[in-house]
Nanobody, 131 residues
Framework: QVLLLESGGGLVQAGDSLRLSCAPSGRTFSSSGMGWFRQAPGKEREFVAAINWSGLITRYADSVKGRFTISRDSANNTMYLQMNSLKPEDTAVYYC????????????????????????WGQGTQVTVSS
């Protein structure tokens, strides 16, 4: 069974930083695009950031652009999300996901199509930002 294991969430104050990690077990995703998504209570799951198989192409939601950085370490088979200048509206459960393809999603498509592009999902890690 393929598992994606997120870690690094927690409770922080506005303006603080966190780094989330995503490490798969059971297989490697070196040829797959990867992504981060989040879901706040009562809201739909939304796209946060994506990275292609090589790590050279990244995509970000407008709400996190300039504050969050997605990266991957192929040697350690791990993906990261560095989150700086956190805001209370960043509070959510953050999920990592592995795509069905090697690239990044077309952000002009609706969220349903973007979500459908990802095959494997982690259990999520809670990020809470207090004001």
């Amino acid at each position: 069974q393929v598992l994606l294991l997120e870690s690094g969430g927690g409770l922080v104050q506005a303006g603080d930083s966190l780094r989330l990690s995503c490490a798969p077990s059971g297989r490697t995703f070196s040829s797959s695009g990867m992504g981060w998504f989040r879901q706040a209570p009562g809201k739909e799951r939304e796209f946060v950031a994506a990275i292609n198989w090589s790590g050279l192409i990244t995509r970000y939601a407008d709400s996190v652009k300039g504050r969050f950085t997605i990266s991957r370490d192929s040697a350690n088979n791990t993906m990261y999300l560095q989150m700086n200048s956190l805001k209370p509206e960043d509070t959510a459960v953050y999920y990592c996901a592995a795509a069905r393809f090697g690239g990044t999603p077309d952000l002009k498509e609706g969220i349903r199509k973007i979500l459908a592009a990802y095959k494997h999902w982690g259990q999520g890690t809670q990020v809470t930002v207090s004001s």
